[in-house]
């Protein structure tokens, strides 16, 4: 199952990795470090729900809904979801700020660890400017 979660989790990655960010950098002054943090809980409640048309309906970017539709959502992440156990709490939140090397474009990334029953995970979610979800990763 740890094989599983992890080609998952890789999968997301590279997900991630799609808006071709470079490195971190300080967090723009177009961000807010709490809204940024509050939105960043808001999808994860909602993966931890499994409601995961709101999410792409709500929070997905564009590009992010051609690479990752709710369908894709349910199969890829549900699993991970279900492996992890129950929602506990929320622990450590941090942000960054992050840059696409070939557009200049800024992005807000909120760091969200995790306590399920199972075991701790954490969030690496992109926020572009119209704090749409423009990259998502679980560890």
Do not use: H
Request: aromatic letters at 10%; glycine letters at 6%.
């Amino acid at each position: 199952m740890k094989k599983k979660f992890r080609a998952i989790a890789a999968f997301v990655l590279c997900l991630a990795c799609l808006s071709g960010c470079k490195g971190t950098d300080k967090l723009s002054d177009e961000y807010d470090a709490d809204e940024l943090k509050e939105a960043a809980k808001e999808v994860i409640e909602l993966v931890n729900a499994k409601d995961y048309k709101t999410l792409t309906d709500t929070w997905w970017s564009a590009q992010m809904n051609a690479v990752i539709p709710a369908e894709k959502m349910a199969s890829d992440i549900g699993p991970v979801i279900d492996e992890l156990g129950a929602f506990v709490s929320f622990d450590k939140e941090a942000v960054t700020g992050s840059t696409d090397k070939d557009t200049d474009q800024e992005f807000g990334v909120a760091i969200v660890k995790v306590k399920y029953e199972n075991r701790s995970a954490q969030y690496t979610i992109s926020f572009n400017k119209d704090m749409q979800v423009a990259g998502f990763y679980i560890k």
